[in-house]
């Protein structure tokens, strides 16, 4: 499975934006996939995660309330919709995906908020 973000850029606080990732490839072999998001130095960080298996979507407690995660099975897309972003969501934001026979990630793309 190959996957591709789009999207991110520089917002001011309070501001959205709207993250795409493309999937080609083995697409009927996807069980879940998920956001996450990296700073320098710091672990990367769950954003959200769809699982298709049992039809589920959690978010990291940090985005809860401000950050909806779809898939778009037709367009092979995953997308995260991100509202009243704050300065403290600044990061690299990647997209995964799980198959019974292992994990892809994207090459990510930067999401950057100014207070």
């Known amino acids: 499975v190959q996957l591709v973000e789009s999207g991110g850029g520089l917002v001011q606080a309070g501001g959205s934006l709207r993250l795409s990732c493309a999937a080609s490839?083995?697409?009927?072999?996807?069980?879940?996939m998920g956001w996450y998001r990296q700073v320098p130095g710091k672990q990367r960080e769950l954003v959200a995660f769809?699982?298709?298996?049992?039809?589920?979507?959690n978010y990291g407690d940090s985005v809860k309330g401000r950050f909806t995660a779809a898939r778009d099975n037709a367009k092979h897309t995953m997308y995260l919709e991100m509202n009243s972003l704050k300065p403290e969501d600044t990061a690299v934001y990647y997209c995964?995906?799980?198959?019974?026979?292992?994990?892809?990630w994207g090459q990510g793309t930067q999401v950057t908020v100014s207070s």
């Open positions: 769809i699982n298709s298996v049992v039809g589920s979507t």
């Open positions: 490839g083995s697409i009927g072999d996807i069980n879940a």
């Open positions: 995964s995906a799980e198959t019974n026979w292992g994990d892809s």
